[in-house]
């Protein structure tokens, strides 16, 4: 069984400041992806990255980066310099590979005032 | 344009009307899934399938049942709806065994039983 805890319920940040958003995953499997959705108040689900296992390499894409710890079975996702367009619910999410169901963490609420 | 659509986006019912949410995608993709949303939950699957006629129970399968005829059609079937049942529902495809794994997410359909 695996499992996906993201323990920050809610974050509120003014705009230009950096957010951190917590995951820790449990898994007795050796061979996994991790995930980051994006949840806007329209309510759709946007995908925004998806790690293996086997790669520990942080990755950055604009104004998000993600830093995955295998050690410490963590996949934490940093906003840097948030705008308001960033407020949304962020879920965190683990499937094994070839099995492609999707545990997802509970979220975190991350709302951006200007 | 790469997408997975649902229909209703909207649904309010009564309870023991039975009802289907349709979900198509256009990928040609081979996995598709139904997830429910509820606050403080997260997503949690509630069926899935790997391919035509295959079809499988995912965590909350309980008042559901699904069936794929054709590649691109996944529908919901509630029975006989109960408020329990009020959510919100997302379908999800992707392709198998690919390189891009992503898992596609349609709109989403808010169902409120009464």
């Known amino acids: 069984a695996q499992k996906v805890t993201q323990a920050q319920t809610e974050i509120s940040v003014v705009e230009k400041e950096d957010v951190t958003l917590d995951c820790v995953y449990e898994?007795?499997?050796?061979?996994?992806?991790l995930f980051w959705y994006k949840q806007p108040p329209s309510g759709e689900l946007v995908f925004l990255i998806r790690?293996?296992?086997?790669?520990?390499q942080n990755e950055i894409s604009g104004r998000y980066s993600w830093n995955f710890q295998k050690s410490t079975s963590s996949f934490n996702f940093t906003i840097t310099a948030s705008q308001v367009v960033d407020s949304a619910v962020y879920f965190c999410?683990?499937?094994?590979?070839?099995?492609?169901?999707?545990?997802f963490g509970a979220g975190t609420t991350v709302t951006v005032r200007a | 344009e790469a997408q997975v659509t649902q229909n209703p986006r909207y649904l309010i019912t009564v309870t023991g009307k039975k009802l289907t949410v349709t979900c198509s995608q256009n990928?040609?993709?081979?996995?598709m899934s139904w997830y429910r949303q509820d606050p403080g939950l997260g997503l949690r699957q509630i069926y899935y399938?790997?391919?035509?006629?295959?079809?499988d129970k995912g965590d909350v399968p309980e008042g559901y049942k699904v069936s794929r005829k054709e590649k691109r059609n996944f529908p919901l079937i509630l029975e006989s709806p109960s408020p329990n049942q009020t959510s919100l529902y997302f379908c999800?495809?992707?392709?198998?065994?690919?390189?891009?794994?992503?898992?596609?997410f349609g709109p989403g359909t808010r169902l409120l039983v009464l």
């Open positions: 990928m040609n993709h081979e996995y």
């Open positions: 790690r293996n296992s086997f790669d520990e």
């Open positions: 999800a495809s992707t392709r198998l065994a690919g390189a891009e794994e992503t898992q596609y």
């Open positions: 399938s790997m391919n035509v006629e295959v079809t």
């Open positions: 999410a683990l499937s094994f590979i070839n099995d492609y169901k999707l545990s």
């Open positions: 898994t007795r499997d050796t061979t996994y992806y």
